[in-house]
């Protein structure tokens, strides 16, 4: 319904049925009206004011109540006013049923039907009328001279005791209001008015549940019925106020008894204080928890900065941006002095809650005058509060136009905090207001200091943690493979993953290994731990690995001295940090492998790593029963090696347990989805490698992944030649001419002469320095050729420089000129020295 306006020069209630002398509000007229305009409800106080019974008007359209003049168009507007809203006031005119004009102060609020939909409820107060007149509404506060009550003293001189009175009430700075014994509302104060957005004259005469309908307001007016029955003062429970007046600040509510001089209770006070400070300390404090858990919740700066400026904003300021500097300042006090060239800086991040007007976006480039706010701040080392009219702030935007955007948009006042963290300066936060129209305080400020310095740390934290992961990555990269080795063994591919948790790089590490004989060692392994010092101790391992390798050790020897190593190791960092559990990689897990493509036989040995798969040429998948032995470090537990035959064609997949250690499924359905991976035909090996990965990982994974596949070959019976020699000095001619006979068959004639002095070497050592039996073998290996002569001693040689007399000596010393390497194998029984060269191509 349309509030109705005053023409110029017509008084209130001209053309009205006047209600005549004050009157005294004695019921509440109450009516309900749905969302269609009709009315649904209608109270014996609402047929005191207009006189229609229930039957006449329930079901009727409320526009039949507009007086004459008003129309249904009226109606129709004040709808229009009302939507989207949850109250309305406002003056009406409107019909009695004895067809008089009523001018009638109404108040309508939205609420929830029982059944779907909403509905208004609207109340007017009505007073009592002087015998003879229809009952009205209250006359608006005013006296018939048409004053307010003590204003009629004189206009000059000094104000009589009652205006004084009247101006205490009124201008209070809290919120009072009076309501007499039928508790009904009689006087209300500015602050009263403010706070519940509606005037005297609209409240007046109604219920504090009428006026504001809420469980608050319910429970104020059953203790102002026990103040009425003489309970003495009452409160409300912390923190409850006035009823629409919202919860954005704390109040202190009182209800206390007006008496008269003979002391009976003739009405009720209600007195509310809002507990701003004691209310803002909370909030300050409880945005501060809140910021512990939601600042820094992940490593990157960009995020972090991200985060401060969203829990700052609306709680804090209505617009806050972050700028760090793209190179931290280490070192050094702050100065007074702001610097003097002008800073360049990225934004990081920002937030307003200003939508139609947003700040400048996050990613572009800040450049700060020498004598800003942020520069001089910067300088000095702590933050500073700022108003709109300050000169420096002033200067600033006149000067900078993203500083103008910055501060544009009303806002009043502004708050400039550095960002630093252990002894680097790291960038700059800024606050603004320009919404909340209190400016901000020091306690603003040492809230914005404290949020932002939680915000350094964190992003000094992630910019460390960047670097620290990017030095371990680039020591990581450097000591695995660079590029695999070429051999004739084995087809290999091979992937490494970092861990995507913040953890970083951890040791999984692989490596490819030629061995002598055309035989490759394989090797996987993953250190305990993450960050540098897990690669370092990676590193150290695998150097350890290598050298243990070219020695030719079987797989379980091998792991017994790496054991021992990792052993000595812990000890020696044990006693520099006392971090014995987790030194020099204690926990180590290792698997090594020995493949030769002579006799298609791979032997295996593990310290507590999980076990290789195996898939044979007719896609059979299995794991390969290799006995688990400890992990690395425990000692004095052995190590057993399992061998077993790879027919040509097979394939092999070493891995770290991060492959396995899936969030999102078990171990069983990790195996199955391997297994099917492995199973499918591929072209290449790096295809059988991303299959795996894609089909096991979801998501980055929360640990390293090292993974090797190896797709066997075979040197068939056409590329080795093996003869068993007599023990016998006279035998060293004939090993020569087969040696030659075979190359001459294989087309290396070019290799003859090397090969005829280092057969001639190997099998005069063996027969002078061995025990028979005596085998040569040679081994064509593409652009490789070994000899090899095996004996039953166990002696190795050893290579000296002969002194100018001595009759021998010479031999080793010649072989080891003019091959490409040579060593000793060792076996159970006996032992075999051999000697690779290269071949020319062609």
């Given at each position: 319904m349309e509030r109705l306006?005053?023409?110029?020069?017509?008084?209130?209630?001209?053309?009205?049925?006047?209600?005549?002398?004050?009157?005294?509000?004695?019921?509440?007229?109450?009516?309900?009206?749905?969302?269609?305009?009709?009315?649904?409800?209608?109270?014996?106080?609402?047929?005191?004011?207009?006189?229609?019974?229930?039957?006449?008007?329930?079901?009727?359209?409320?526009?039949?109540?507009?007086?004459?003049?008003?129309?249904?168009?009226?109606?129709?507007?004040?709808?229009?006013?009302?939507?989207?809203?949850?109250r309305w006031s406002g003056t009406v005119a409107l019909r009695h049923r004895d067809g008089r004009r009523l001018r009638q102060e109404l108040l309508a609020h939205r609420r929830t039907?029982?059944?779907?939909?909403?509905?208004?409820?609207?109340?007017?107060?009505?007073?009592?009328?002087?015998?003879?007149?229809?009952?009205?509404?209250?006359?608006?506060?005013?006296?018939?001279?048409?004053?307010?009550?003590?204003?009629?003293?004189?206009?000059?001189?000094?104000?009589?005791?009652?205006?004084?009175?009247?101006?205490?009430?009124?201008?209070?700075?809290?919120?009072?209001?009076?309501?007499?014994?039928?508790?009904?509302?009689?006087?209300?104060?500015?602050?009263?008015?403010?706070?519940?957005?509606l005037t005297e004259d609209q409240m007046r005469g109604l219920r504090l549940p009428e006026i504001a309908p809420h469980p608050v307001s319910d429970e104020a007016e059953?203790?102002?019925?026990?103040?009425?029955?003489?309970?003495?003062?009452?409160?409300?429970?912390?923190?409850?106020?006035?009823?629409?007046?919202?919860?954005?600040?704390?109040?202190?509510?009182?209800?206390?008894?007006?008496?008269?001089?003979?002391?009976?209770?003739?009405?009720?006070c209600l007195a509310a204080h809002p507990r701003r400070q004691e209310h803002l300390a909370r909030q300050r404090m409880l945005l501060l928890s809140e910021a512990s858990a939601r600042i820094g919740t992940t490593a990157d700066s960009g995020r972090t900065a991200q985060e401060l400026a969203d829990i700052a904003v609306p709680?804090?300021?209505?617009?806050?941006?972050?700028?760090?500097?793209?190179?931290?300042?280490?070192?050094?006090?702050?100065?007074?002095?702001?610097?003097?060239?002008?800073?360049?800086?990225?934004?990081?991040?920002?937030?307003?809650?200003?939508?139609?007007?947003?700040?400048?976006?996050?990613?572009?480039?800040?450049?700060?005058?020498?004598?800003?706010?942020?520069a001089r701040c910067l300088a000095q080392g702590h933050g500073a509060l700022y108003d709109a009219t300050d000169p420096d702030l002033v200067r600033w935007a006149r000067q900078d136009p993203g500083a103008a955007r910055l501060l544009g948009n009303g806002t009043h006042s502004v708050m400039v905090v550095p960002m630093r963290a252990h002894g680097a300066t790291l960038g700059v936060a800024l606050f603004g207001r320009s919404r909340r129209p209190e400016p901000f305080e020091a306690d603003d400020l040492w809230l914005a200091e404290e949020l932002t310095a939680k915000a350094a740390v964190g992003i000094h934290t992630a910019r460390r943690?960047?670097?620290?992961?990017?030095?371990?990555?680039?020591?990581?990269?450097?000591?695995?493979?660079?590029?695999?080795?070429?051999?004739?063994?084995?087809?290999?591919?091979?992937?490494?993953?970092?861990?995507?948790?913040?953890?970083?790089?951890?040791?999984?590490?692989?490596?490819?290994?030629p061995l002598s004989g055309a035989r490759v060692a394989l090797v996987v392994g993953d250190v305990v731990g993450h960050g540098i010092r897990a690669s370092a101790t990676m590193g150290r391992l695998r150097t350890a690995v290598r050298t243990l390798a070219d020695v030719d050790l079987p797989p379980?020897?091998?792991?017994?001295?790496?054991?021992?190593?990792?052993?000595?190791?812990?000890?020696?960092?044990?006693?520099?940090?006392?971090?014995?559990?987790?030194?020099?990689?204690?926990?180590?897990?290792?698997?090594?492998?020995?493949?030769?493509?002579?006799?298609?036989?791979?032997?295996?040995?593990?310290?507590?790593?999980?076990?290789?798969?195996?898939v044979t040429p007719d896609g059979a998948v299995r794991f390969l029963d290799v006995p688990a032995g400890p992990p690395l470090g425990l000692g004095g537990l052995p190590f057993e090696t399992f061998e077993t035959d790879l027919p040509e064609g097979s394939l092999l997949a070493l891995y770290t347990d991060g492959l396995l250690a899936a969030r999102d499924h078990d171990i069983d359905e990790a195996l199955d989805k391997m297994f099917a991976a492995l199973a499918r035909p591929a072209r290449t090996l790096d295809t059988v490698c991303d299959r795996v990965l894609t089909a096991m990982l979801t998501h980055r994974p929360d640990d390293d992944i090292a993974l090797l596949v190896a797709r066997t070959r075979a040197l068939h019976a056409d590329r080795v030649a093996a003869w068993d020699l007599a023990f016998d000095p006279a035998i060293v001619a004939r090993a020569r001419?087969?040696?030659?006979?075979?190359?001459?068959?294989?087309?290396?004639?070019?290799a003859a002469f090397i090969t005829e002095l280092?057969?001639?070497?190997?099998?005069?050592?063996?027969?002078?320095?061995?025990?028979?039996?005596?085998?040569?073998?040679?081994?064509?290996?593409?652009?490789?050729?070994?000899?090899?002569v095996f004996d039953s001693s166990s002696t190795a040689p050893h290579m000296r420089r002969a002194r100018t007399f001595d009759e021998g000596g010479r031999g080793l010393l010649l072989v080891g000129q003019l091959a490409r390497r040579w060593g000793t194998r060792h076996a159970l029984t006996g032992k075999t020295v051999w000697a690779e060269q290269s071949l020319s191509p062609g």
């Open positions: 306006p005053t023409h110029p020069g017509e008084r209130p209630h001209e053309s009205d049925a006047s209600p005549g002398p004050a009157r005294t509000a004695t019921a509440t007229a109450t009516a309900t009206v749905d969302a269609r305009g009709i009315v649904t409800g209608w109270s014996e106080g609402a047929r005191q004011l207009l006189g229609y019974l229930p039957s006449e008007i329930l079901g009727q359209p409320a526009a039949r109540l507009l007086a004459a003049g008003a129309g249904v168009g009226v109606g129709a507007a004040a709808l229009r006013d009302a939507a989207g809203q949850e039907k029982d059944g779907p939909g909403t509905e208004w409820l609207v109340v007017s107060a009505v007073s009592a009328a002087p015998e003879g007149q229809a009952p009205a509404g209250t006359p608006g506060g005013k006296t018939p001279e048409g004053t307010t009550p003590g204003a009629q003293a004189a206009g000059g001189g000094m104000p009589g005791s009652g205006q004084l009175g009247e101006w205490v009430f009124r201008q209070a700075p809290c919120v009072l209001a009076v309501f007499d014994a039928d508790l009904r509302l009689v006087r209300a104060n500015a602050g009263m008015e403010q706070a519940l957005s059953a203790k102002m019925r026990r103040v009425l029955e003489g309970a003495g003062p009452q409160h409300l429970r912390p923190g409850a106020g006035p009823a629409g007046t919202g919860a954005e600040h704390g109040w202190s509510t009182s209800l206390v008894p007006l008496k008269d001089p003979a002391g009976r209770v003739r009405a009720v709680r804090l300021a209505d617009v806050a941006a972050v700028d760090l500097l793209d190179a931290p300042r280490h070192g050094g006090e702050p100065s007074p002095a702001a610097p003097a060239r002008p800073l360049s800086m990225t934004r990081a991040a920002v937030r307003s809650v200003l939508e139609d007007r947003p700040a400048p976006a996050a990613g572009g480039k800040a450049l700060y005058p020498a004598l800003s706010p942020v943690d960047s670097r620290e992961h990017t030095s371990t990555m680039t020591l990581q990269r450097s000591l695995l493979p660079q590029t695999l080795p070429d051999q004739g063994a084995l087809d290999i591919a091979t992937r490494y993953l970092p861990a995507g948790t913040r953890a970083g790089v951890g040791g999984d590490w692989f490596d490819v290994i379980d020897e091998l792991l017994t001295h790496l054991d021992d190593l990792v052993l000595h190791l812990s000890a020696d960092e044990a006693g520099t940090d006392g971090a014995a559990e987790s030194a020099g990689g204690i926990g180590t897990t290792c698997l090594y492998a020995v493949y030769d493509p002579v006799s298609r036989r791979c032997a295996f040995a593990r310290a507590g790593h999980p076990p290789p798969a195996a001419r087969h040696a030659t006979d075979q190359l001459t068959a294989w087309g290396l004639d070019d280092t057969v001639s070497e190997l099998v005069t050592n063996a027969i002078r320095y061995g025990r028979p039996p005596i085998q040569l073998r040679l081994i064509h290996e593409e652009s490789t050729l070994t000899c090899e």
